[in-house]
């Protein structure tokens, strides 16, 4: 395994990673709209004062994490993939660690995200790292409508 900021030039292996991570639940990436993150990862994230790190096994991307600041206090994680069959081999134990560390050495006090109510796996996942969970949205922004929590972890 190797961990390392992603570039624009990683956009293609990670539209595909994320691609079939939603079809698990009859998604479909769409770049046109709501994935379009994903075609300018320095951009939107890199130069936006965040970090995206991947993961990579074989020279290939296993995994995602990325992280925003929403405020000098806070952080948010975004985009936090990992391809199913390597689920529970530690990749996200790994990609997680790197975001703590991020925000710990800047100074931030929370790390917050929204996952989908349907990622059971990764909601337990949260949980089992200390994140609380808090309020629900319901969105209409996708191909199909879907309800997001919201987890939080003070640092």
């Not at 390597?86 to 990749?91: A, I, M, S």
Request: hydrophobic share 35%.
């Amino acid at each position: 395994m190797f961990v390392r900021l992603a570039n624009n030039n990683d956009k293609e292996q990670i539209v595909k990673l994320v691609d079939t991570c939603y079809k698990i639940y009859g998604d479909n990436v769409n770049t046109n709209n709501y994935d379009r993150d994903l075609i300018d990862i320095e951009t939107k994230y890199l130069h936006k004062g965040g970090v995206f790190y991947v993961v990579e096994k074989d020279f290939r991307i296993a995994g995602t994490i990325a992280a925003i600041p929403l405020s000098a206090q806070e952080i948010e994680i975004k985009r936090f993939y990992v391809y199913p069959e390597l689920w529970g081999n530690g990749y996200a134990d790994i990609l997680f660690g790197y975001v703590k560390n991020y925000a710990v050495n800047n100074n931030y006090k929370k790390i917050s995200l929204w996952t989908d109510i349907r990622y059971e796996r990764a909601q337990a996942f949260y949980k089992n790292n200390g994140f609380k969970s808090g309020e629900q949205k319901n969105m209409d922004d996708a191909d199909n409508p879907y309800t997001l929590v919201k987890y939080e972890l003070p640092l």
